[in-house]
């Protein structure tokens, strides 16, 4: 396999998986082939290959002599990962508290900050992404590259279902609370209490999407 062979299967697979994210495909919906191949100028080998990665990844399924659909997540598919992502997250904040520095603490500082405004002006977008900055923080201060990858796998798959959490009744409230325990542990250098104020914070994740499902009757985005 030549390079150029493998730098075109991991485009395929790029651009499958950002329309996936950006919702452009669905979840439970037919992954077209033909018209992949067509639209990448390639043949079927290429894209199969591509398509072995994102299922790899499980966010797409094979059915054979169907073909491909982006992955539906079930309740119990939840169920079951989220108190796993709490569990390595947990950790993850355990060890940054036991590795952060001055400066580590100061640059935090400065997301936590960002939450806390994006929580009074009531604007999610902006909460979620100093949300999700902190928690990429933490496990970057972790020091710990198969933690990292272990959750960065399983939290492509949450990102298959639909919306956010933080859209949940009193959900932002809530979280930026839990946010403001996890800073005061990572202040004291407290690696015990920030596992355990993390974990708490990711069951709670798990609980608002669970309410905000039942409300809207779909499936809801982590």
């Known amino acids: 396999m030549t390079m150029s062979h493998v730098s075109l299967h991991h485009e395929v697979a790029d651009w499958v998986r950002d329309q996936i994210f950006e919702g452009q495909l669905t979840p439970g919906a037919f992954i077209d082939e033909r018209d992949l191949c067509a639209r990448f100028a390639i043949s079927r080998t290429p894209l199969r290959e591509a398509l072995k990665v994102l299922c790899a990844e499980g966010l797409v399924e094979h059915e054979p002599r169907v073909g ?6 079930k309740r119990k598919d939840l169920d079951d990962i989220f108190p796993m992502v709490a569990l390595l997250e947990g950790r993850s904040a355990f060890e940054a508290a036991q590795n952060i520095k001055p400066a580590d603490l100061d640059a935090l500082r400065i997301w936590q900050s960002r939450l806390e405004e994006a929580f009074l002006a009531q604007d999610i977008p902006a909460y979620y992404r100093a949300n999700l ?3 990429e923080a933490l496990i970057v201060l972790a020091h710990n590259p198969w933690l990292a990858q272990t959750i960065s796998d399983l939290r492509k798959i949450l990102r298959l279902s639909r919306l956010q959490q933080l859209q949940a009744p009193g959900r932002l409230a809530q979280s ?3 946010h403001r325990r996890i800073f005061a542990c990572l202040e004291r250098a407290d690696a015990l209490g ?5 974990r ?15 409300l809207t009757q779909r499936t809801v985005l982590v």
């Open 200 to 214: 708490v914070h990711i069951h709670h994740q798990h609980e608002a999407l669970m309410e905000l499902t039942r």
């Open 194 to 198: 920030a596992q355990d104020a993390m």
């Open 133 to 135: 900055a902190i928690h």
């Open 68 to 73: 491909c659909t982006v992955r539906v997540l």
């Open 176 to 178: 930026v609370q839990e």
